[in-house]
């Protein structure tokens, strides 16, 4: 009878280890999986982001504005459109690194398209320095979200060339949004 209890006590502690230990791996997986889920999110906000400003300056083409409008438009775009540009390699050689990924909530999408329909048509309906007034103010919004978003990105980036890239782009954002301040003084 207590060969029997011992070996019923034994099975069971080997039950709740093997239990445990399962469970354990199971928690591991799901932590590493929900970081790069976070992290692809926000590289997929950074790359949208940085795919829509890119293309900034070819309102250029039928709108016309001041020379130092004008200047830091298309420095924002070239800024972007290199640093989209520095994305895709990066996604070359991490596979892992999803520039697809938003996973916005569906509300947000519409609130977004709405914003940039919005956006969009008093852009092309304006002109002069109400043109301008107006698309400053889209690039300021822009830089300073874009230099927010690859700060944060820095700080839970573990890929050192990565998250050198993410703090200059962060400090040249904040660079373009000061300097499209200074134009909105006058």
Sequence with gaps: MKR??????????CMLAVTGCSTFQKIIPTVAWHQARVRNEGYGLLYKLLSQESDAAKILIIKHADPPVADIIKEIAN???????????FHEKDRHLNLEMTHLPEIEQKTRAAIE??????LLFSSGKT??????????????????LAQVLHEQED???RKS??????????????????????
């Design 165 to 186: 890239f993410l703090a200059t782009l962060s400090e040249r954002c904040t660079t373009l949004h000061d300097r499209v301040m200074e134009l909105l003084k006058y």
């Design 117 to 122: 329909s919005t956006v969009t048509k008093q």
């Design 4 to 13: 029997r209890a011992w070996s019923c006590v034994t099975l069971i502690v």
């Design 79 to 89: 800024t972007c459109g290199r640093a989209k540009k520095e994305l895709d390699l």
């Design 131 to 148: 043109f301008e007034v107006r698309f400053l103010l889209t690039q300021a919004e822009a830089m300073n979200y874009a230099a927010h």
């Design 159 to 161: 890929n050192v060339n």
